[in-house]
């Protein structure tokens, strides 16, 4: 009998992944990077306040795709292949600047990344895949510090250098907090000023000044003058007295929020196009994963089989809800001291429950995975306020695939006044999907100026009257 050439002879367990101890620390550079430029500039911060060696990675750039699907597994989703593609390309610049050997750089640095979550989505997978792609390139036994979703808990080893502990999460979600401030800042001035370079020079000189205060010891003494000072610094930038059509851009977090290559820096190219973007926040995503996990624990308890269980889901319940308020505290303070209403940017977070209620018809708010039911209960909310709606999707996204290319049809039909499109991000074919894009700028424009010429035709009847 002829044999087939594999036999599996024992369950594939998968890569092992090293710690990173505690005796490393100071021979170990750890590199990370997420979403966008922003959120890992102010991360910097914890690093540095907490003796790590560290280097920021910065934005994804389209060769990070390339990097991606010549180590990763075929048809991953898009954020994959460029999270995964950017450490390829950073690993081989240092190879090649520090002259050091695969092996060396193996044991000389660390990154740290994100995956975790389940359902249908890839989140999961990332690790495996880094660790896949990492191996095939010959970084093997390169060592990562995963983070998931959500502000949850991990175990922690007492011995690892870099724990995803208490402290680190609220480091990432203070820099998650402070990026969002200046992305509401830049959508807010820079399709409105005078003289558009200068005021981001503007911009960029206020986020080094929050950070600067952000990375210092005692920082929460000195973060809330050096907010309240950037955020003046903004205000007087010179604006230009007009008004614009409304764009709101939606869709997978790293779709919508990757304000760089990932998702082709979309609202940048809205705003310079003459509209505005509405800004899109990472604190907000966070929010939306708290609020699925309260939704889910709130069946457990309904559903649980003892009174032991019961409890305990109660507890886990109102966990949840303490680190919402939590957020919500460090969101309001900054919110305050930065005063983002001065220079004409809006924070508030979308009403969950209501999204979810507006959605539900279409798609229940109980599917997790991916956004769930964000951008149904969106579009349904934003049909009437903005003049273009844009979903954008990643290419091979498991959950955006059911909606952006499933249920938004339905919700078109029903909502002809939505000027909507769906866009694939793919990393490659720029210019196509930005012409679509610019497609539904034009017709917000006329939208919009419909909407204007039809106020002022009743203000003229009104003054007649
Ligand atoms: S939501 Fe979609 S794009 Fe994002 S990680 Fe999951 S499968 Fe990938």
């Keep these: ?84 593609g950017s450490l390829l390309r950073n690993l081989f610049r240092i190879e090649k600047e520090t002259g050091l050997s695969k092996e060396e750089i193996v044991e000389k640095y660390v990154f740290v990344g994100g995956g975790g979550q389940c359902g249908p989505c890839r989140y999961g997978m990332y690790p495996q895949e880094y660790m896949k792609a990492l191996d095939d390139a010959g970084f093997k036994n390169f060592r990562l510090i995963i983070f998931s979703t959500g502000f949850t808990r991990d175990k922690v080893d007492k011995n690892s250098a870099l724990k995803i502990n208490l402290p ?24 409105y000023a005078v003289d558009k370079e200068s005021a981001m020079e503007v911009i960029s000189r206020a986020e080094e000044h929050v950070n600067k205060a952000f990375g210092q010891r005692f920082f929460f003494l000195k973060l809330p003058k050096a907010l309240k000072e950037a955020g003046e ?48 926040y990472l604190t907000q995503r966070i929010m939306y994963d708290m609020w699925r996990m309260i939704k889910n ?13 019961k409890i305990k889901y109660t507890l886990v319940r109102i966990q949840i809800k303490a680190r ?60 009437d306020k903005v003049d273009g709606f844009i979903s954008s999707k990643p290419f091979g996204c498991m959950p955006s695939s059911g909606v952006s290319d499933g249920v938004m049809a339905k919700i078109m039909h029903e909502k002809p006044e939505l000027n909507f499109l769906s866009i694939e991000t793919s990393g490659d074919n720029e210019v196509s999907i930005l012409s679509r894009v610019s497609m539904l700028l034009f017709k917000a424009k006329e939208k919009y100026n419909k909407k204007i010429l039809q106020n002022d035709f009743v203000s003229i009847k009104k003054q007649e009257l």
């Design 1 to 84: 009998m002829i044999q087939p050439k594999y036999i599996r002879e024992k369950q594939w367990d998968g890569y092992k992944n090293r710690d990173f101890l505690k005796k490393d620390k100071d021979k170990v550079t750890v590199l990370f990077n997420y979403i966008e430029r922003r959120k890992s500039f102010f991360l910097r911060s914890f690093f540095k306040r907490n003796g790590f060696k560290y280097e920021d990675l910065g934005d994804y750039i389209l060769e990070d795709v390339r990097w991606g699907k010549e180590y990763g597994n075929r048809m991953e989703c898009n954020p994959m292949y460029f999270t995964g």
């Design 168 to 191: 680190f999460r609220i480091g990432m979600l203070q820099s998650s907090i402070l990026a969002d401030l200046f992305h509401a800042a830049e959508c807010a001035i820079r399709p």
């Design 233 to 280: 610094m903004i205000a007087a930038i010179p604006k230009k007295d007009i008004s614009l059509p409304k764009i709101l851009v939606t869709g997978e977090i790293f779709a919508n929020l990757a304000h760089n290559a990932g998702n082709y820096n979309i609202r940048r190219f809205i705003m310079d196009e003459g509209c505005e973007a509405l800004p899109g």
């Design 297 to 309: 624990y709130d069946r457990f308890v309904k559903y649980a089989e003892n009174y032991k269980d």
């Design 324 to 383: 919402r308020r939590f957020v919500e505290f460090f969101w309001d303070t900054y919110i305050k001291h930065f005063n983002p209403g001065s220079f004409g940017a809006k924070m508030e977070f979308h009403d969950l429950d209501l999204i979810g209620e507006l959605g539900e018809p279409y798609y229940h708010p109980e599917i997790f995975g991916g956004e769930g039911n964000l951008e149904i209960g969106e579009a349904i909310y934003y049909a």
